[in-house]
DNA sequence: CGTGAATTTGACTTTCCTCAAATGGTGTGG
DNA sequence: CCACACCATTTGAGGAAAGTCAAATTCACG
């Protein structure tokens, strides 16, 4: 009875498994367990001992912070190749922070013990964990230095530029999409502001033709006066007098 | 002509260094270059080449980023034993910040380049050092969970009981002080507002005997109160009517 | 179709920033 | 040792940004 064939293809290019032998992969595949998320789904929750760590193979999933009073804090997407669940290996016991699917996805879950073994015939992982911990730390420096100086119109904007560099689809003409389902809710706890405000920004952008919303949505037409507003265009939010 | 001695009880109960062997720990201070600053000198700047990492000695750090428009954010201050200047580790090859001394302090400076020197004799200094920048990133997302739900009196507690924590020396009958100097604008920047708003807390505060101000010093009276103010207490800015 | 979630929009309030000015403390050089 | 210059701090007044509260509207899905 043996389980069903991971074929070392689904992680030889990823960034965490970069430079392993085609052997090691394969070995390391042995302890791999596919799980399917239908959208909604948790991979796991805040507080729990992190048994496991993950990598996503298709779909994405969001990261979020409870507060004590119950409000939430997207602290980012996660997209296909990227590693989760790392807890662990940072030799903290549990999960810092809930994981949901946002859409149909398919994650590789490993026991966190794994990581011993990997580790000690690989070297070098650790190596990569450092790297990708350390981009985390930096991405999460230019937030804080984002909310700590910047105003909401344009902290939005940079969130979304984000949000299209790491999953935006191309449609037809120069039109970009941020390529799962993000609600109002999902970007105001990305930018610490509220749904009522990210609205009201969508809406403003609408009416000069910079971007198209629909639920769940957003369709970006002119990303490079998104980039203008990110980099601090003061968005006149009162339209000047005539 | 020799360096002068250091000896490795200056490093051997260091987070960074622990499990290191004696001897080890010798060849490791064979590298290493003591260095003196003076109160505003910087260690290295932004965006400069990460040509050496660092452990503090003694006295005290601050590590600040500064934005496009010139704007400073407080990333964290250093307290002897720290680790700091580990770009390269995570394969950055420039410093993200500048450090600057805010009082006479001495540290130990190792050429990056040691690094791989000391990882291939001790393994465990990567698993070390993944754990500290996992830390580091656990507090950038308190931090961003805090910048985004929390309003600005709840921040500025906050901070002081974390710098109590980190550096607070207890003088008579339960008053904290923090034990270097530190101005407003050090606090505005630490929590994402201005040196007028801090200021004004800490008269309120004073007002209301929970603290005590002088120049470039926080004496805290009422750890406790701190807590209720840090864990959401209204501080009722406006004195409710008789 | 109807039901509920997501979104929009308006009116009002609050928090905090900006601008301005005065005050207070420190260390330094004459 | 004192005076002055500079930095840090305080405080006030006014205004702007964004939150809150409330309600209507739209849309997707069952």
Redesign the pocket.
Known sequence: MTAPKLHRSLIQNMEMFRALSDDELDRTLEHAQPRRLLPGDAVYRQGELAGYFFILLHGTLKVVQATAEGEQVVVRFVSPGDVFGIARMMRRPDYPATVLAVQESLVLAWPSSEWERMVAANPQLTGNALQTVGQRLQSAHSRIRELST??????VARAILRLLDQSGRTSDEGRIEIDFP?????I?EMT?????????I??LW?ERGIVE?????VIVLQPDELIRYAEGA?????PEPA
Chains 1, 2 share one sequence.
Not at 213 to 217: E, G, L, V, Y
């Open positions: 910047e105003e909401v119109e344009q902290r993000i609600t109002r809710q999902d105001a610490g502001t509220t749904l009522h405000t990210v609205s009201r969508l809406s609408k919303n629909a639920r769940k949505r003061q968005g006149s939010r009162h």
